[in-house]
Nanobody, 128 residues
Framework: QVQLVESGGGLVQAGGSLRLSCAGSGRTFSTSSMGWFRQAPGKEREFVAA????????YYADSVKGRFTISRDNAKNTVYLQMNSLSPEDTAVYYCAADFKSTAQAMGASRGYGLEYWGQGTQVTVSS
């Protein structure tokens, strides 16, 4: 069974940091592009960040550039999202995604549509 399982969400004050993790199982995710998306209540899902198979290419939404960092550990089949300088506007459910056919750039442009695998999501709440 192929799974992506996110962890690391929680409640944090504005200006604080969180690190999300997404562990894959059932396939060798080192050969997939991986990314993070988020959805706030009443809003559409939006792209946050994506990373290439090797980890050498990364893309970010403008809203998180300079604050969030995506990384991956292929030996652990895991992708991370380090989130710093959080603001209440970052409050959302964060989802991990993986796709074996798309590039990281394509993941960013896809807005999440058509991606092969998704995690169940982890809630991030930033209080003001």
């Amino acid at each position: 069974q192929v799974q992506l399982v996110e962890s690391g969400g929680g409640l944090v004050q504005a200006g604080g940091s969180l690190r999300l993790s997404c562990a894959g199982s059932g396939r060798t995710f080192s050969t997939s592009s991986m990314g993070w998306f988020r959805q706030a209540p009443g809003k559409e899902r939006e792209f946050v960040a994506a990373i290439s198979r090797s980890g050498g290419i990364k893309y970010y939404a403008d809203s998180v550039k300079g604050r969030f960092t995506i990384s991956r550990d292929n030996a652990k089949n895991t992708v991370y999202l380090q989130m710093n300088s959080l603001s209440p506007e970052d409050t959302a459910v964060y989802y991990c995604a993986a796709d074996f056919k798309s590039t990281a750039q394509a993941m960013g442009a896809s807005r999440g549509y058509g991606l092969e695998y998704w995690g169940q999501g982890t809630q991030v709440t930033v209080s003001s």
